[in-house]
């Protein structure tokens, strides 16, 4: 997508209004993000969205991450640079005055009233973004149960999270294996950046698609 002032503007005014309704994290207006950036704007499919926000959560560091990654999807690294901005900016200057605030009335009995009801709020921000996750990526019922499996295991087994993404990793192994480059790789064709190769034997043909015949060389020993 072009990188121009409208969209970059766009892309600032949208995630500076959400954060400041993003109680309990980026993670909470996920929802909002979808509906927007999918259904509204079309930037991103549903498997694009639930992809980066996969990515958002095995990458080291916040979840505020997954913002990042639309805005580099739209607009390149000024998206991405403009949305992270747009996304913390607001709320840390609001959670500074928040904070003070919050410390002078601590003793209020409205302040344990409001701090009460924010929890319910935030627990049902953060379940309506698992719903959104769950109903874009589910796309198969292996992906179901693995969904299904973390959530009992985590809840009621408390193992560590590395096993889930183990079984979610090895899940997706036989689609790997019979890819189209894996099965060339495994016939002996190799990735060639340097040469054009046209045409191909029958042999690759019947065994790979049709893309590779324009980006991959031969290497069979005769």
Same mark, same amino acid.
């Given at each position: 997508m072009k990188t121009d002032g409208g969209i970059l503007l766009t892309l600032a005014v949208f995630f500076a209004t959400?954060?400041?309704?993003?109680?309990?994290?980026?993670?909470?207006?996920?929802?909002?993000?979808?509906?927007?950036? $999918?259904?509204?704007q079309h930037w991103l499919s549903d498997r694009q969205f639930s992809e980066a926000f996969a990515l958002a959560q095995i990458?080291?560091?916040?979840?505020?991450?997954?913002?990042?990654?639309?805005?580099?999807? $739209?607009?390149?690294?000024?998206?991405?640079?403009?949305?992270?901005?747009?996304?913390?900016?607001?709320?840390?200057?609001?959670?500074?005055?928040?904070?003070?605030?919050s410390d002078r009335f601590k003793g209020a009995a409205w302040h344990g009233a409001l701090s009460r009801g924010l929890i319910p709020v935030t627990l049902g921000l953060l379940a309506s973004s698992a719903t959104v996750i769950a109903t874009t990526s589910d796309y198969s019922w292996l992906a179901m149960a693995i969904t299904a499996g973390t959530a009992i295991a985590a809840f009621f087994v408390r193992v560590h999270p590395l096993w889930?993404?183990?079984?979610?990793?090895?899940?997706?192994?036989?689609?790997?294996?019979?890819?189209?480059?894996?099965?060339?790789?495994?016939?002996?064709?190799?990735?060639?950046r340097r040469f054009d190769c046209p045409s191909f034997n029958a042999k690759l043909m019947a065994a790979t698609q049709p893309d590779l015949s324009k980006s991959r060389c031969a290497n069979i020993s005769t």
């Open positions: 959400t954060s400041l309704f993003a109680i309990g994290g980026a993670n909470s207006a996920v929802p909002e993000m979808h509906r927007y950036a $999918v259904d509204v990458t080291p560091g916040p979840n505020v991450i997954i913002v990042t990654l639309i805005g580099y999807h $739209v607009a390149g690294v000024a998206g991405g640079l403009i949305t992270t901005l747009a996304m913390c900016g607001p709320t840390c200057v609001f959670a500074y005055f928040v904070g003070r605030a889930a993404f183990a079984v979610a990793a090895s899940s997706a192994l036989p689609d790997w294996f019979n890819a189209p480059q894996a099965r060339a790789y495994r016939l002996g064709f190799w990735p060639c």
